[in-house]
């Protein structure tokens, strides 16, 4: 066989990689991946939590304003619709206080809102349950403080 004299490569043998280099490159791959996902994985679940304590905050507002137009913070459990559309009751509205209708809270949960509160017995509690769905939980998101 004749040799090219630029290549050095014999005329008839191929190169390429052989599957020991193609397996090597792919656990390689594989290993990095398994470093990299989880850091990326629990930013997930720290940018939900932070958006749930914005919405709360934006919440806290709104009630703020609807308690100083009308007199009261909104009653019961649905009390954060009062946000938005105008209660039969409520004489000074001026709302809506929120642009749109109440929003789930990022896990696709309803925020649990109750006036007067267990926690806050002169205003109110607010909270979303946090990843988990259930109430009471270590990663409740809160405006109140919980006892450990």
Do not use: H
């Not at 696709?108 to 509160?117: I, S």
């Amino acid at each position: 066989m004749k040799t090219n004299q630029r290549t050095g490569i014999r005329r008839g043998q191929r190169s390429g990689f052989t599957l020991i280099e193609l397996l090597l490159v792919l656990v390689i791959l594989g290993i990095l991946a398994a470093i990299v996902v989880p850091k990326f994985s629990g930013r997930t679940e720290q940018a939900r939590a932070t958006a749930a304590q914005t919405q709360i905050a934006t919440f806290g507002t709104a009630l703020d304003s609807f308690e100083v137009d009308v007199g009261y913070y909104p009653k019961g459990r649905n009390g954060l619709n009062d946000l938005f559309t105008q209660p039969r009751d409520a004489q000074n509205w001026r709302g809506p206080y929120i642009k749109n209708e109440i929003p789930k809270d990022p896990w696709q949960n309803e925020y649990v809102y109750e006036c007067p509160g267990k926690n806050n017995p002169s205003s109110y509690d607010l909270y979303s349950m946090g990843p988990d769905g259930r109430a009471g939980s270590e990663d409740d998101i809160t405006n109140f403080k919980t006892k450990k």
